[in-house]
């Protein structure tokens, strides 16, 4: 899929995660060691060499909280239940700076795959902090579920591209609509 400009960054970052799956196509490039390997690299992230099976579960599982964290609904508080998970075992926490002000994330840094996770996470609070995190949204079709940066003046945005899933929503709907009005 091609939809809209990529976030900002850092937050192209999480977008580019959550990303990583892509079920219009059935595509999972983190489903082997070599795309994790990849990805990571794309990125700019530490990755272990040769990713082990539970690394990539422990990254595909970190990227579903974050497309459920950005969904917002009923799956938040258990994406939030995971991300806080990977933020007590990647230590990840922030450090005040005197000059410039402000602060930076730091974690324990264990493993490259803690370091990365550290960052993504990193983005993920800062951004929740200044209010950015709620213009990075999910597509509000089921089949999609495309993370994409919404740039409506309002952030009304409801998917990743009104041409492709808004206008496959309108037509079901409408489908829909005929239906019920002229039963067969």
């Known amino acids: 899929m091609t939809p809209r400009p990529a976030a900002p960054p850092p937050l192209a970052l999480v977008q580019s995660l959550v990303n990583t799956r892509e079920l219009l196509e059935d595509r999972d490039d983190l489903s082997t060691p070599a795309g994790l ?54 230590g990840t926490r922030p450090l005040l700076r005197a000059a410039p002000p402000g602060a930076e994330f730091v974690g324990d840094g264990a493993t490259a795959l803690d370091t990365a ?24 079709a089921e089949d999609c579920r495309w993370a994409y940066y919404d740039r409506s003046p309002n952030a009304v945005s409801r998917w990743c591209e009104t041409s492709v899933c808004g206008a496959r929503h309108k037509m079901r709907a409408y489908r829909a609509r005929r239906a019920a009005a002229h039963p067969a």
């Open 37 to 90: 390997v990849a990805w990571a690299a794309a990125e700019g992230l530490p990755c272990p060499a040769r990713p082990a099976q539970a690394d990539l579960t422990r990254v595909r599982r970190f990227r579903e909280a974050l497309r459920q964290l950005l969904d917002g609904g009923e799956g938040a508080a258990g994406a939030a239940a995971v991300l806080n998970g990977e933020l007590a075992r990647t």
């Open 117 to 140: 996770i550290t960052r993504v996470l990193a983005t993920v609070i800062t951004a929740r902090l200044d209010g950015s995190l709620s213009r990075l949204k999910i597509c509000g």
